[in-house]
């Protein structure tokens, strides 16, 4: 399994962006994909996951009500709507997949099993 996001870029506090992940090699199923961010000098965290169906989503409470998740899997795409973005969101955003499920707790970056590079979005105030 590959996967590569991309989308980041320079945006002013209060805009929108919308980070993709593509993915390739699925064989017999389709995997939960997970977006995560790290900030420089912060340890990596789960920002939101989606499962292989769709029908599971979280979001870490920081994002709730701007973030949006969402799945295309006719093109094996990913997506992350990111609105009314804040400072605060600025890092690196990585998305990983998991062979199993979306957790209810949110994805953690242990039980990823493979990763992008990360794509950075920097948020100006």
């Known amino acids: 399994v590959q996967l590569q996001a991309s989308g980041g870029g320079l945006v002013q506090a209060g805009e929108s962006l919308r980070l993709s992940c593509a993915a390739s090699g699925f064989t017999d199923h389709y995997y939960a994909i997970g977006w995560f961010r790290q900030a420089p000098g912060k340890e990596r965290e789960g920002v939101s996951c989606i499962s292989s169906s769709g029908n599971s989503i979280y979001y870490r409470d920081s994002v709730k009500g701007r973030f949006t998740i969402s799945r295309d899997n006719a093109k094996n795409m990913v997506y992350l709507q990111m609105n009314n973005v804040k400072p605060e969101d600025t890092a690196v955003y990585y998305c990983?997949?998991?062979?199993?499920?979306?957790?209810?707790?949110?994805?953690?970056?242990?039980?990823?099993?493979?990763w992008g590079q990360g794509t950075l979005v920097t948020v100006s105030s």
């Open positions: 990983a997949a998991d062979e199993d499920y979306c957790a209810a707790y949110g994805p953690r970056s242990s039980e990823y099993d493979y």
